[in-house]
């Protein structure tokens, strides 16, 4: 099993920054890739950022390289550095773990709101 801990999100206007912080604990051993997804109202749940075990990340388009996801293995922890936030980037925030044997593991959400 493994559990995570999602914190940082929160109100900001256009422009602004936050970073998401996601704390892993449980199996850590089994995890393959760690990502952020995003769920809007009334549209599906996307992802936004995956970083694999060997360190490889990608980044859905519409980040368009404002968002950078890092991790800390010390503090079994993974980020999400979200900068030049815009209005459409409104969404409540999971993070997600993927084990070896592609299970999903989910985050509870943070809610990020960005005004216009």
């Known amino acids: 099993q493994v559990q995570l801990v999602e914190s940082g999100g929160g109100l900001v206007q256009a422009g602004g920054s936050l970073r998401l912080s996601c704390v892993v604990s449980?199996?850590?051993?089994?995890?393959?890739?760690m990502g952020w997804y995003r769920q809007a109202p009334g549209k599906q749940r996307e992802l936004v950022a995956r970083?694999?075990?060997?360190?490889?990340?990608n980044y859905a388009d519409s980040i368009e390289g404002r968002f950078t996801i890092s991790r800390d293995n010390a503090k079994n922890t993974v980020y999400l550095q979200m900068n030049s936030l815009k209005p459409e980037d409104t969404a409540v925030y999971y993070c997600n773990a993927q084990n070896f044997y592609t299970y999903d593991y989910w985050g509870q959400g943070t809610q990020v709101t960005v005004s216009s």
């Open positions: 449980g199996s850590i051993f089994s995890i393959s890739a």
């Open positions: 970083i694999t075990r060997s360190g490889s990340t």
